[in-house]
Nanobody, 121 residues
């Protein structure tokens, strides 16, 4: 069973940067995807970015393209989300997710516990 543990959240001023990490364990599938969702207060969870563990293809929601970068380090079994030029509207709890066959909605199989990202003005 895949387990995901996030770290790296915190408080940052608008325009600043944060890097989230997701430690992945129990991964036995070569064809697997790891991604990030976020949920702001009073809003639904939304997809942020994902990466194919094997080939490294990446996917982003439109509003973070050019500001966020997802990457993975296979040797460390870790996925990163580098967030630059942060905006107040990026404030949310960020969840690391994983699935062998990523769905189009938020029903990914594995979820981390979440890490808070707060962007202040």
């Amino acid at each position: 069973q895949v387990q995901l543990v996030e770290s790296g959240g915190g408080l940052v001023q608008a325009g600043g940067s944060l890097r989230l990490s997701c430690a992945v364990s129990g991964l036995t599938f070569s064809n697997y995807a790891v991604g990030w969702f976020r949920q702001a207060p009073g809003k639904e969870r939304e997809f942020v970015a994902a990466i194919a563990w094997s080939g490294g293809s990446t996917y982003y929601r439109t509003s973070v393209k050019g500001r966020f970068t997802i990457s993975r380090d296979k040797a460390k079994n870790t996925v990163y989300l580098q967030m630059d030029s942060l905006k107040i509207e990026d404030t949310a709890v960020y969840y690391c997710v994983g699935d062998e066959s990523p769905p189009a909605d938020s029903s990914w199989a594995a979820w981390g516990q979440g890490t808070q990202v707060t962007v202040s003005s």
